[in-house]
């Protein structure tokens, strides 16, 4: 209301907009940004990531493209490498993953996702040691990192360390974890014999 035609203000409402899954509300804003300022790179990627949740997949790797050349950073690198990944393109996703972790972030946990999801692209390709190398990485810097403790269970038990899979499994669901994580230890468990639990 005080500056309406401040591109902050507005593309970090447009990215507030997402957060209700209202991304055509969200894109619009973000659009008013960028027409203010065309170098808003962090419009880019609310556009980028409104595209992506709505399955237009062509439409976000344009804006992602556009925000990778204004910034090339953590930021534009891992919404590329999902951009890859969804594309059928595990390579490109991989090199991308590690660019955005070479990169870095203001804040040590940006570069444990990265990390992590580098360990899932390599999880979901059948890399195991690859991807454990990753989970086991990220632990080091950030021992209580749910998301590396879950991909590191799901590589155990790949490997059919069950008991292993579950300790690490267990750690994950501590707290608030995401429902797949429970559902998947569930599943975990009772393959073990362990229905009760």
């Known amino acids: 209301q005080l500056a309406p035609k401040d591109s902050e203000a507005l593309h970090n409402l447009a990215w507030c907009w997402t957060m209700f899954h209202k991304f055509h509300k969200a894109m619009d804003l973000a659009q008013q940004a960028i027409a203010i300022n065309p170098n808003d790179h962090f419009a880019y990627g609310v556009v980028a990531d409104s595209h992506f949740e709505l399955g237009q997949y062509d439409q976000a790797a344009d804006a992602v493209q556009k925000m990778v050349n204004l910034r090339p950073n953590l930021a534009s690198y891992s919404r590329a490498a999902q951009i890859r990944w969804m594309m059928g393109d595990a390579k490109g996703a991989s090199v991308l993953w590690q660019r955005a972790i070479n990169a870095g972030g203001p804040y040590a946990e940006n570069s444990a996702w990265c990390r992590t999801q580098l360990g899932d692209t390599y999880w979901k390709t059948g890399a195991y040691s690859a991807a454990k190398q990753q989970y086991e990485a990220v632990l080091t810097l950030i021992p209580k990192y ?35 994580y429970v559902i998947e230890y569930a599943q975990l468990l009772a393959s073990m014999g362990q229905k009760d639990a």
Do not use: I
Request: charged content about 25%.
């Open 146 to 180: 749910r998301h590396a403790h879950f991909g590191l269970g799901r590589v155990l038990r790949g490997e059919g360390d069950f008991e292993g899979a579950a300790k690490e499994m267990a750690q994950a669901v501590e707290g608030n974890p995401p429902l797949t």
